[in-house]
């Protein structure tokens, strides 16, 4: 389909929350799919990046995860039920600031359920960065972004800078 421009930092859309997907979309997103694989190869052949991609991120203000790391995933309606007590700081990125890496604390493990493209609903348990994906990805539903979860006014670099950060 297209590559869609990416909305980015600063952009009021992308505090909006999402709404969910119905039943009666699905042939209707096969296209937005596409778009969100196309848009997301595109910033990774460029930054060397990207994971996952929001619907929201593409102003399509529907609770829908493109996701692809060994095979493509696509998430409907996701949402996160169990989350572990344990903590993980890391340094987030994210395709609506590339430039912009945002120091956060997420949780190390989560359970996460969706309907996927046959309106079958799914289980996945994740740990680490699958599941700090899938927690930021999740924000972008409920229209929020790392930046307002940076530990603290420190937790800003620069990607180019990244070799400096512990």
Not at 74 to 99: A, G, H, T, Y
Not at 114 to 126: A, G, P, S
Not at 135 to 158: I, M, N, P, T, W
């Amino acid at each position: 389909m297209a590559v869609r421009q990416v909305l980015f930092l600063g952009n009021p859309r992308l505090y909006e929350t999402s709404v969910p997907v119905e039943k009666e979309e699905l042939d209707a997103l096969r296209g937005v799919v596409q778009d969100l694989h196309d848009t997301l190869m595109e910033f990774r052949s460029k930054y060397g990046a990207g994971r996952a991609v929001a619907a929201p991120q593409i102003e399509v203000m529907k609770r829908l995860i493109y996701m692809h790391i060994d095979s493509p995933v696509v998430l409907i309606n996701p949402r996160i039920d169990q989350k572990s007590p344990e903590m993980i700081q890391l340094w987030d990125d994210c395709m609506s600031f590339p430039d912009l890496l945002v120091k956060v604390q997420r949780h190390k493990a989560c359970r996460i359920q969706y309907k996927d493209m046959e309106w079958k609903e799914q289980t996945r348990m994740l740990e680490g960065d699958l599941s700090e994906l899938l927690q930021h990805e999740c924000d972008h539903l409920d229209g929020v972004l790392a930046v307002s979860r940076a530990l603290d006014k420190y937790s800003f670099a620069l990607r180019n800078q990244r070799h400096y950060l512990a």
